[in-house]
Nanobody, 127 residues
Framework: QVQLVESGGGLVQAGGSLRLSCVAS????????MAWYRQAPGKQRELVAG???????NYADSVKGRFTISRDNDKKTVYLQMTSLKAEDTGVYYC?????????????????????WGQGTQVTVSS
């Protein structure tokens, strides 16, 4: 069973910084794309940033130049460094990952990729 656990959220003043972390645990063969999403009150969940296994990154326009996503494959961890935070960055931040595990099927174990979510961490930016 794969679990994603986020940490690092909290209350910060506008202009401040936070660093979120997300650790994947379980019997994981490989992790492909990892990403951070966020959901503000009354709004849909949106992609904030993503990073491939080859460390290719993409960002929402609203966070470009302020947020940086990175990963440590040995630690099965993805980070989100957030700077110059704004009130509109407030929300619950969720970690997402495509994890490959080994599933027993018929005569043996085979790789299987599934998408997983963390439980979320609250980020509140006061103006």
């Amino acid at each position: 069973q794969v679990q994603l656990v986020e940490s690092g959220g909290g209350l910060v003043q506008a202009g401040g910084s936070l660093r979120l972390s997300c650790v994947a645990s379980g019997i994981i063969v490989n992790i492909n794309t990892m990403a951070w999403y966020r959901q503000a009150p009354g709004k849909q969940r949106e992609l904030v940033a993503g990073i491939t296994s080859g460390s290719r990154t993409n960002y929402a326009d609203s966070v470009k130049g302020r947020f940086t996503i990175s990963r440590d494959n040995d630690k099965k961890t993805v980070y989100l460094q957030m700077t110059s935070l704004k009130a509109e960055d407030t929300g619950v931040y969720y970690c997402n990952a495509d994890c490959v595990t080994r599933t027993f099927y018929n005569d043996g174990y085979y790789p299987r990729e599934d998408n997983y979510w963390g439980q979320g961490t609250q980020v509140t930016v006061s103006s």
